[in-house]
């Protein structure tokens, strides 16, 4: 287990404590280096030679008077518990980057513009906020003791600095706690994932089996805790609290899910019509007229996957394939069974004219086998229902007069 060792102190190794004005409140040096109150009054009395800490800005290094305020911002949140037997601070719960009091954007080190700039009174704002905020010294006689001012938007302090060129070598505290940040966020997340949690009030780690929720005080607490300070308040065991809203989370879920699924299953009905279809693999959207099947996987793929995984095995394009499938399925009307069933009483000379209307369709339906395009193929599938709808229509109309002409003739 890791605790962060940019909230420890660079020559005791010992934790900061979140306040100024303490022997182990946080100093910042010109360097970028962290250390308590103690250990930096004690060096800077010593001569260079003496000291425990040597960097390039000798006596300089030590010029700020100010307590780093920024590091006492962030030790500050409900979200570090110090372990005296690892001897620093752990994370207990979630932590968001720090924001920058003027933007409000999160600090980075990726981007330049929001690296973190430390003014004089050990506050600080984002690079990009510095830069519209500075205000140039157009005095010739003080130009070369400071280049530019800015006021501190925490406390309201006037920060001179020399150039606006030159590097903020006073950043690098910020980024080295930025850098472990995600590495004690991942350390977290694996406690929490093999059943462990921070008491809110001793906050000790403890296993959840062992542990409880106070309803009263919305914390949950060791079985010390709360044995010793909430035996009288209303309580339920800390799994039992998290079963139920993990229940009450994949409820929300599902009933999210089932609201959504109506319009979900209609965009994908419009992509089918539009002819875009889902690539099997990659889960990635294509035009069918790209597509190719697998016959050996029975997969949809996109020009892609077949090229890098399938190119061995035998396939056929996906046009190809939806065109045979619309065949197969018109070809299946049985017009035997029509006769049989739709025109029993029909006279021998139309069964021929049927006959011939199943020609007709079946050349219709083989057309389908000569489109390249998926517009193509919608066109003529829906020239081949048409044709199979309005026959049908009509030989029911004719079924009816028939019937009607035949009962007049057993009535007269």
Known sequence: MWVFE???????????????????????????????????????????????????????????PNFAYCVIDVLSQDCFTLSPILGGYLLMKPLVNPE????????????????????????????????????????????????????????????????????????????????????????????????????????????????HHCKKCSLQLCGNCIYKNHRSHKAVTLLQKEADLMSHELCDLSINFLNELPEMTRQLEEM???????????????VVDRMFRCNGCVLKL????????????????????????MSEKLRCVSFDEINKSVFPVLHNELINGIHLFEEKFINQVDTLTTVVTYEGLQKDHKECMKLKTDFEACSEEYMRELLKYDAKIKVG
């Open 6 to 64: 940019s909230l420890n102190c660079i020559v005791c190794k010992k934790p900061f404590v979140p306040i100024a004005r303490q022997p182990r409140s946080p100093r910042l040096l010109l360097c970028g280096s962290a250390m308590c109150h103690e250990c930096f009054e004690k060096e800077k009395s010593l001569k260079q030679e003496e000291r425990e800490h040597k960097c390039d800005y000798g006596e300089k290094c030590f010029y700020n």
């Open 100 to 211: 920058c009091p003027i933007c409000h954007d999160e600090y980075s080190n990726k981007d330049a513009s929001k690296e973190a700039f430390f003014l004089y009174c050990m506050h600080i704002v984002c690079t990009e906020c510095r830069q519209k905020r500075s205000e140039q010294n157009n005095d010739i006689a003080t130009r070369a003791t400071w280049t530019y001012e800015i006021a501190c938007p925490t406390c309201t302090t006037t920060s001179r600095v020399i150039t606006t060129s030159g590097e903020n070598r006073r950043k690098n505290w910020l980024q080295d706690f930025l850098n472990e940040l995600p590495e004690m966020t991942y350390q977290l997340e694996e406690m929490n994932k093999s059943g462990y949690r921070f008491c809110d009030e001793c906050k000790k780690l403890d296993i959840v089996d062992e542990m």
């Open 272 to 286: 089918d019509k539009t002819g875009y279809r889902f690539c099997e693999e990659c889960k990635g959207l294509d």
């Open 302 to 325: 996109c020009g892609t996957c077949t090229h890098r995984r399938h190119r061995s095995h035998e396939t056929m394009t996906l046009l190809e394939n939806e065109v045979n499938q």
